[in-house]
């Protein structure tokens, strides 16, 4: 690489369940700086979601944690050109890229929702994406499809 590689920044843990994964999903579930905007977003679709789960032995957060899970894609294909040729290879992910990439299609898919609020989207996502349902965790299936059809090229790999 041309410059140095950036310094990883220490996310301060969220004020309410004090944990920084709630912290980093509020981060890119914020809109035009508002982050006290997000956190109420977040923490009223954590109450929406503690009221309608099944599972009474889980939290919330608990049950949000398990979804960002079921969301996590594990393979991507990747464009490499070889000779003339452009191939999707597929790759296995980092663990941070494989966070941000669940984080950020449960947020988009929750935005497509048709919910009143985004409170109650994103909560309706988190519930779909436990029952292993919901448009996320389709993106993830669609993603290890391509990969797996993608298998052939694997030994373009480096």
Same mark, same amino acid.
């Given at each position: ?5 950036? $310094? ?9 369940? @004090?944990? !920084? ?5 509020? @981060? ?12 109420? #977003? %977040? ?6 979601? +503690?009221?309608?789960? !099944?599972?009474?032995?889980?939290? =919330?957060? &608990? ?5 960002? /899970? @079921? #969301?996590?894609?594990? #393979? &991507? #294909?990747? /464009?490499?050109?070889?000779? *003339?040729?452009? %191939? !999707? ?22 935005? $497509? ?5 985004? /409170? !109650?989207?994103? =909560?309706? +996502? ?6 292993? &349902? *919901?448009? =996320? ?9 391509? =990969? ?11």
């Amino acid at each position: 690489m041309r410059k140095r590689v950036s $310094k990883k920044r220490i996310l301060l843990p969220d004020p309410k369940f @004090n944990d !920084q994964m709630v912290t980093r999903f509020v @981060n890119n579930l914020m809109l035009d700086g508002k982050k006290s905007v997000a956190f109420k #977003v %977040f923490y009223d679709a954590m109450e929406i979601v +503690e009221e309608k789960k !099944q599972d009474e032995e889980k939290s =919330a957060v &608990e049950l949000w944690k398990e979804a960002l /899970s @079921n #969301v996590m894609p594990h #393979v &991507e #294909v990747r /464009s490499r050109r070889v000779g *003339g040729a452009t %191939f !999707q290879i597929p790759m296995p992910i980092r663990a941070d890229r494989k966070i941000s990439m669940a984080i950020k299609w449960m947020i988009l898919y929750a935005r $497509k929702r048709n919910e009143k609020s985004m /409170s !109650q989207r994103l =909560a309706g +996502e988190v519930l779909a994406a436990v029952k292993e &349902e *919901g448009a =996320a965790v389709k993106k993830r299936m669609d993603v290890h499809k391509m =990969a797996d059809a993608n298998k052939a090229f694997s030994h373009f790999r480096f």
